[in-house]
């Protein structure tokens, strides 16, 4: 009581003032819900309170209070109450082929070698952008499009053929 009387919590007040607005917004946004948005508001100042020198020492206040909060969210979100519950009971099962066919029959013909390998390579053998970049001796980000291509006109012929 003593030191509140004298003012030495005048800069954390400051501090309190100046950035629970900006601190507020970005716990609604984050969690759409404000008694827990205020909720992890308060709770962040009160851990900078109980760590009181390593903030009012902090070069960036603010960038300490953001960090505090976005923590906070981060492990408020991670809680079950947040988790998106999705039944399965609607899911269909996936299309029956036979577990060992290899991706090769099921790719559409008209596809050109070149397509049918970089697919091949990415997801029956699941080779990472970085080694097909490498066997191909191009960038990863040009592979990272060659493949991406290659899906879309995967993903053209088979509609294309529902069609008939």
């Not at 900006?22 to 969690?31: E, W």
């Not at 809680?79 to 998106?84: A, G, I, P, T």
């Not at 049918?116 to 499009?145: D, M, N, P, T, V």
């Amino acid at each position: 009581m003593k030191r509140m009387k004298s003012g030495a919590d005048e800069p954390f007040d400051a501090a309190y003032l100046s950035h629970h607005d900006k601190m507020f917004r970005l716990a609604y946004r984050m969690l759409g819900s404000r008694e827990k948005a205020e909720d992890l508001v308060q709770d962040t100042f009160v851990l900078a309170l109980f760590n009181r020198q390593r903030f009012e020492t902090h070069p960036n206040q603010e960038g300490y209070l953001m960090v505090a909060l976005k923590n906070m969210i981060f492990n408020e979100l991670r809680k079950s109450e947040y988790r998106l519950d999705v039944p399965l009971d609607g899911v269909p099962e996936p299309a029956s082929r036979e577990p060992d066919a290899p991706l090769e029959s099921i790719l559409p013909a008209q596809l050109s070698e070149e397509d049918k390998q970089l697919l091949i390579w990415r997801f029956e053998k699941q080779l990472s952008y970085r080694e097909i970049s490498g066997r191909l001796g191009i960038s990863e980000a040009g592979c990272r499009s060659r493949v991406s291509r290659a899906v879309a006109r995967c993903r053209k012929y088979f509609e294309e053929n529902e069609k008939i």
